[in-house]
């Protein structure tokens, strides 16, 4: 089996690959320039020496005179060598070149004949065999004057050109891998201290916000991490409140069970006195509403248990209808309250059957603190500003000025509800569902002396 070394497995860092990233983009802009540079030179170079090159010509054809090819051969070499010059005389008709004694042979080309012969006025060519540069001039009586020079200093003058390029180009792409790194190393640092964070958060559970500095996309994305960390300690806080007020909840209504039922349990042991007929009913009685008090609880937590699960059903929901289910249900519950009712229609989008429990809360509670014979006064009107309020008074006690801003929390009991039945949970879910439809449920005093809740809700006519 053979295994691959681990660096390969492993992608390179968010810091090298910004680091690479720069290095490429500098050497990039940098060859693009370095190649701009280096043709435009190359083409003055070569253009300057191809004018140099006519000039010299140009001046060879108006001030020398040959009357022979002969006198050719007598011209002074050393002027020519002192130039880095070759000249010699093309015969457009033989295509021989003539050219003074003691200098090198000028280069020749097929079409240097055309301009000696009068079919073109000049011809420049390179010849690679020399490494030269040549131009072909037309002179008299059907001869060609044939220039050619070394590219000897050009070349030389462009290579050094190259290397310069190369060297800075090189100095470039270092800076600019070293400013890469200086650059990624500070501004991933945010990053670095999230990754840190989030681990920590999942080998802690830590959710200490972060320190935030500046104010560029690094530290709205720290401030976006901290707004998280918030939420999550916010979420496990009420998990943590629900947890100790349920367990705080339940214990009483289990622990008189228990007791009941040890009671009952105890008197059929044939050593043990027995109970009458009419305490075992009592008992029974108790586990009965011990039970059902149990069954309500569990039920008003498990809905509670949704607030950070489902979302709201978006259907058209006529609030009417939900108001009279809920109002048939209350009317079954209590038979010695008249219900005031008076409904306006009203449409939104929403879950019906959370918006049927949230009015069945509030109507149940009323019920609970309304004397028998009382009325319970029912509302579903429409306000001028794009909303629609359920209102629910009672005829009982009222709410305490101490008591109106805990009413809605989860296990609140005013002390005058202590004592009746209920958990403690349903105006906590009448908020609950009020909020995830975008609305709001609100408590005070109604005109009758005694409480008013108001459940306001979005929608349409």
């Known amino acids: ?14 810091r090298a690959r910004v680091t690479w ?83 090198k042979e000028p280069p020749n080309d097929p079409k240097a004949r055309e ?16 490494d030269t540069r040549a131009i072909a001039v037309q002179y008299q009586n059907g001869t060609a004057i044939v220039i050619a020079q070394s590219l000897a200093p050009q070349r030389t003058t462009l290579a050094k050109l190259s290397v310069v390029l190369l060297l800075i180009g090189g100095a470039g792409v270092l800076l600019a891998a070293i400013a890469g790194t200086a650059v990624a190393r500070t501004g991933l640092r945010p990053v670095q201290r999230l990754t840190e964070a989030t681990e920590r958060v999942a080998n802690t559970g830590d959710l200490t916000p972060i320190p935030v500095s500046g104010d560029d996309e690094l530290a709205r994305l720290t401030h976006s991490f901290n707004a998280m960390l918030g939420a999550v300690a916010e979420s496990q806080e009420r998990q943590r409140r629900l947890v100790a007020d349920a367990g705080h909840e339940l214990r009483t209504p289990l622990t008189s069970m228990r007791t009941n039922l040890e009671l009952l349990l105890a008197s059929e042991r044939p050593d043990s006195p027995t109970l009458s007929e009419e305490d075992k009913r009592e008992i029974q009685s108790d586990v009965r509403a011990q039970l059902d008090e149990l069954t309500t609880l569990i039920g008003d937590l498990v809905e509670l248990a949704r607030e950070d699960a489902p979302q709201v059903i978006h259907e058209p929901v006529d609030l009417v209808e939900v108001v009279e289910r809920s109002l048939d249900r209350a009317r079954r519950r209590a038979s010695n309250v008249a219900f005031d009712v008076h409904l306006q229609p009203w449409t939104l989008l929403g879950d019906s059957s959370a918006l049927e429990r949230a009015v069945l809360n509030l109507l149940d509670n009323a019920v609970k603190f309304s004397p028998s014979g009382s009325a319970v006064r029912l509302n579903l009107r429409q306000v001028g500003d794009g909303s629609a309020v359920v209102e629910v008074a009672d005829a009982g006690p009222g709410i305490a000025d101490a008591d109106l801003p805990h009413v809605f929390e989860r296990f609140y009991r005013s002390s005058e509800a202590r ?33 008013l809740f108001t459940l306001r809700l979005p929608g349409r006519p």
């Open 21 to 103: 990233l720069a290095a490429f983009c500098v050497a990039g802009a940098v060859a693009l320039v370095s190649f701009g540079a280096y043709m435009i030179v190359r083409k003055n170079v070569y253009d300057a020496l191809d004018e140099s090159l006519r000039e010299r010509a140009i001046a060879v054809v108006n001030g020398a005179q040959f009357s022979s090819p002969d006198q050719v051969q007598n011209y002074p070499a050393a002027f020519l060598a002192a130039g880095d010059v070759r000249m010699g005389l093309l015969n457009g008709v033989t295509g021989s070149l003539r050219y003074p004694e003691n200098s």
């Open 115 to 130: 301009v000696a012969q009068g079919l073109r006025d000049d011809y420049l060519w390179t010849d690679y065999r020399s």
């Open 1 to 14: 089996m053979i295994f691959e070394p681990q660096g390969r497995l492993q992608r390179a860092s968010l």
């Open 419 to 451: 004592t009746l039945p209920g958990s403690g949970l349903g105006l906590a879910i009448v908020k609950q569902v009020a909020q995830r439809h975008g609305g709001t449920a609100t408590a005070g005093r109604a005109p009758e002396g005694g409480a």
